[in-house]
């Protein structure tokens, strides 16, 4: 597999709430609750043993189960994740909303309800037109006027672009506000240049309607191999003389694929989304109460596939997103560490939003 791209071989730049845990009982009162439901169970007193020895045990579950409420409610509270040295912001749940921001990226992917932690972000990309992906745009947009912010510029499918298009007119002639943005119809094998270290392209996903994912890359400079041998005096008459010493290398930051089946795992097209530094990918369902079959056939992943196809991800992190709200932080947890060693050590779970069963 290619460790980098170079520009030139590419097509021409186209320049073109989060839930917290209600107010409950406090600490000493919850624990007094956990011990008093304990304490009601049936005991078996050991030779030694009667109530000193009941009441320990009592004791110990209630604080183990107060360890278990800490944790889970830690995962509740949970913000964000890090990454390969990246902050990434998002909420994503199966069905109800999709957006994640890359913030030193200036990129959020998918918008589903418009939330304000991705007002700020100057760069959209969407993956496809379900509402939970794309609805919250115009919002996006009108926030941004709200506070005085640059247009955005939004990327979107091709076959999507005057659908879009027509939507946000439909809210213009409602709102009566003008909405601006800079809308980018992006098509496979196009790059985009976000600036001058940073472009973007999209790559095939496969969805049940029409979907792409996106590659973040960053724009580097290297020594074209036939001058390695030369001394540092030499390079520089080169360079003054007006040869061109260097090669423009793309190396895969980010890689975002929304909904999919596993089927963008095989294509060979996508190997820069799976040698990206951070691939962040759905695993909508879990357990076995799904099967392979059901995701499949509803355009989506299931946690088993990413096993099954563990050894093509070339990837130092992968994000796991879109998980269905069926399950709660502590399945989400469980279904995770199955995964293989290998791969678990590279594997978070973005659970911003997920109930836990202790709130």
Same mark, same amino acid.
């Given at each position: 597999m290619a460790t980098s791209t170079s520009l030139f071989s590419l097509a021409p730049l186209r320049l073109t709430h989060r839930r917290l845990l209600s107010p409950t009982l406090g600490t000493a009162s919850r624990f007094q609750t956990l011990a008093s439901k304990r304490a009601a169970a049936p005991t078996v007193s050991g030779p030694g043993g009667g109530a000193g020895s009941g009441l320990l045990s009592v004791l110990d579950? *209630? &604080?183990?189960? @107060? @360890? @278990?409420?800490?944790r889970a409610r830690a995962q509740v509270q949970r913000k964000g994740v890090e990454a390969e040295g990246y902050a990434i912001e998002g909420i994503s749940v199966g069905g109800h909303e999709?957006?994640?921001t890359v913030p030193s990226l200036n990129v959020a992917f998918d918008i589903g309800r418009g939330p304000l932690f991705a007002v700020r972000q100057d760069h959209l990309f969407i993956t496809h037109a379900h509402l939970d992906h794309i609805g919250g745009l115009p919002m996006y947009i *009108?926030?941004?006027? &709200?506070?005085n912010l640059k247009p955005p510029t939004v990327f979107v499918p091709p076959c999507i672009r005057d659908d879009v298009e027509e939507m946000l007119q439909i809210h213009r002639r409602m709102s009566r506000i003008e909405l601006e943005v800079e809308l980018v119809a992006l098509d496979l094998g196009e790059t985009y240049e976000i600036r001058n270290d940073l472009v973007a392209r999209p790559f095939q996903t496969h969805h049940t309607v029409p979907s792409q994912g996106y590659v973040i890359y960053s724009v580097r400079r290297k020594l074209k191999k036939q001058y390695a041998h030369l001394k540092g005096s030499q390079i520089v008459k080169l360079k003054q003389s007006g040869s061109e010493i260097t090669d423009t290398i793309l190396y895969p930051e980010v890689a975002f694929t929304?909904?999919?089946t596993s089927d963008f795992i095989l294509d060979p097209r996508n190997a820069d989304a799976l040698r990206a530094k951070v691939l962040i990918t759905e695993a909508?369902? #879990?357990d076995d109460q799904v099967d392979v079959d059901h995701a499949r056939e509803h355009g989506h992943m299931h946690l088993s596939e990413i096993m099954e196809h563990s050894q093509w991800f070339r990837n130092e992190a992968i994000i796991l997103t879109h998980f269905s709200n069926r399950y709660s932080l502590e399945d989400i947890r469980? *279904?995770? +560490?199955? #995964?293989?060693?290998?791969? &678990? +050590?590279?594997?978070v779970a973005l659970t911003e939003g997920f109930k836990s069963e202790y709130s």
């Open positions: 579950r *209630a &604080l183990t189960d @107060e @360890e @278990e409420y800490r999709t957006c994640v *009108a926030t941004r006027g &709200l506070y929304g909904d999919t909508t369902f #879990l469980k *279904a995770v +560490s199955r #995964l293989q060693p290998k791969l &678990l +050590s590279k594997v």
